[in-house]
């Protein structure tokens, strides 16, 4: 039954701009799929030279890209040794283009090159937890010198001093409330010193700043700005907050207030329905990357300017 109801919303969500149903919709124009034997890919980051880097989970490998979507060189495979994955699940790139991976299965984050070549590990402490540490993301806040890890299973975020890896917090706990987690999850940060982290479970995504949690973004439910399963986030050079619904198949934008603003869509107005919508990112040039896990594949767009939505923000 929860099934069925859920797409008879997505269907009617789909079919509300043509019904003359009128809400904000910000236009993207496609530009290119990646698709290279993918299977269940869940994150994508962009590099210095606008490489493009795709966690290609189930194969553990990261598999790299130009900007035009040919593909370059991978690197990983399955393992425990250094330089090897086991299940990885989120990644980002630094602006020096050091590529950090949560590797989910090890229970580590590695640090590589741009070119793929080890650097260092963090082995994530198994000390005063319930379970074994499960870390799925990475987020790094270059203004402040730290690393954040998502760490799922305890509903926890680990942060890190950089360069030098050292435990310098612990944020958050289980629970629903303000500075609590249910199940994090994919991450980004503003590099003005505050990460953005989706709270699956808790179908929001929560902003913290200085180890503390500034306000929830977006609520459970199915209307506009709401969240039903969001897994991905993802922060502009305007502030702009994207988040990706992988129930719902939509990604919808917020300010930097917390405020929704708009569905993504078409250069028509039409609302985007993506499938399984995981990872997202976007770059300097205003490319936005969604990762589509089932489909196994990366849709890249253009974010065109919308005077209409600018003059509302």
């Known amino acids: 039954m929860k099934k069925t109801y859920v797409l008879i919303l997505n269907f009617i969500l789909l079919l509300l701009p043509q019904a003359g149903y009128a809400f904000p919709v910000m236009p993207l124009r496609h530009l290119f799929d990646i698709t290279h034997a993918f299977l269940q890919p869940t994150d ?31 690197f990983g495979g399955k393992g425990t040794a250094q330089g090897t994955f086991d299940t990885p699940v989120g990644i ?5 283009g050091q590529v950090y ?32 540490r499960d870390p799925v993301d990475v987020a790094v806040e270059e203004s402040l010198n730290r690393l954040y890890i998502s760490d799922n299973d305890n509903h926890q975020i680990l ?37 953005f982290i989706v709270d699956v479970f808790n179908t929001r995504v ?32 305007n502030g702009l907050i994207f988040v990706s619904d992988s129930v719902l198949g939509v990604i919808q934008l917020f300010n930097s207030n917390g ?29 936005l990357y969604v990762v589509e896990m089932l489909p196994n594949r990366v849709r890249v767009y253009k974010i065109l300017p919308d005077q209409m939505l600018e003059q509302k923000q």
């Open 259 to 287: 405020d929704f603003k708009a569905v993504l869509g078409t250069e028509s107005r039409e609302v985007l329905k993506w499938k399984t919508p995981m990872g997202i990112t976007v770059d300097k040039q205003q490319r």
């Open 44 to 74: 994508v980051a962009v590099g210095k030279d606008n490489d493009i880097y795709v966690v290609d989970g189930v194969n553990n490998r990261i598999k790299v890209f130009n900007e035009k979507g040919d593909f370059k060189f991978s």
């Open 92 to 96: 980002t790139v630094d602006s020096n």
């Open 101 to 132: 991976v949560a590797d989910t299965g090890n229970r580590r984050v590695q640090i590589f090159t741009s070119d793929g070549k080890v650097k260092n590990q963090i082995v994530l402490p198994s000390e005063n937890v319930k379970r074994p």
């Open 206 to 237: 929560q902003q913290w700043r200085d180890n503390s949690g500034l306000r929830s973004i977006g609520a459970w439910g199915v209307d506009l700005g709401q969240l039903y399963r969001p897994k991905g986030v993802c922060v502009d050079k």
């Open 159 to 195: 942060v890190y001093t950089l360069p030098d890896h050292k435990l310098l917090s612990v944020l958050g706990s289980e629970g629903s409330d303000m500075q609590q987690f249910w199940y994090p999850f994919l991450m980004d940060s503003d590099n003005a010193g505050a990460v």
